[in-house]
């Protein structure tokens, strides 16, 4: 099985994706003029400047958006509690003890008293978040939605345990966790 991630960019994910941008386009500059195929006014030393700009800008998109940023929430302080929420998650598909022979599977969940968002913030609500699925204790998707088709392939036959937790937007579970689990079984097909 394939996990399939998604994660909605912050302003950190921004802010490193413009910065790896401008380092590859800046670089681009640098390297036109010392091939000779562009920007002949920059200087020879201009050009290995840019080049090194450049480097920088790519290096640093790692970790300084980061740091300017912050990566942490109020509720992620060390010891702080974590919110409780109203959500009520629960398992329409698969059905308890289903058997599945298929190469992909249908997930329906419901999700009462609360939102999903696809956006990941430090602006952590009660009732706004997003899914966590796991098959076996193994994260296979985090999504903004309760229709998710998982692939099969490569599932062996046997029962398998799906679990949902309904997380805040910074991945984080509520006190107490708000999850449901079901089991179904795997037939060869």
């Known amino acids: 099985m394939t996990p399939i991630l998604a994660h909605a960019s912050g302003a950190d994910e921004t802010m490193s994706l ?3 941008f401008a380092g590859i386009w800046v670089g681009w500059i640098g390297w036109s003029r010392l091939r000779g195929t ?3 006014r ?11 700009v450049a480097a920088t800008l790519v290096i640093t998109a ?3 958006p980061r740091m300017i940023v912050g990566t942490g929430t109020p509720t992620a302080v060390a010891g702080a509690p974590r919110p409780a929420s109203p959500a009520k998650l629960s398992f329409v598909d698969p059905r308890p003890d289903a058997k599945e022979a298929g190469d992909d599977m249908t ?3 419901n999700l009462q008293n609360a939102t999903l968002t696809p956006l990941t913030t430090t602006a952590i609500t009660p009732d706004t978040g997003h899914i966590h699925l796991s098959m076996d204790g193994t994260l296979i998707s985090m999504s ?3 229709l998710q088709v ?5 599932v062996s036959p046997g029962p398998h345990t799906l679990t949902a937790d309904f997380v805040a937007a910074d991945h984080l579970p509520f006190d ?3 999850a449901t689990s079901v089991t179904f079984h795997r037939t060869s097909g």
């Open 38 to 40: 562009g920007f002949a």
């Open 107 to 109: 997930v329906r969940m």
């Open 62 to 64: 790692t970790f300084v």
């Open 150 to 154: 998982i692939d099969l392939r490569n």
């Open 18 to 20: 413009v910065m790896l």
């Open 176 to 178: 107490p966790p708000v």
């Open 144 to 146: 903004g939605d309760t």
């Open 42 to 52: 920059l200087p020879r030393w201009g050009a290995w400047a840019t080049i090194g």
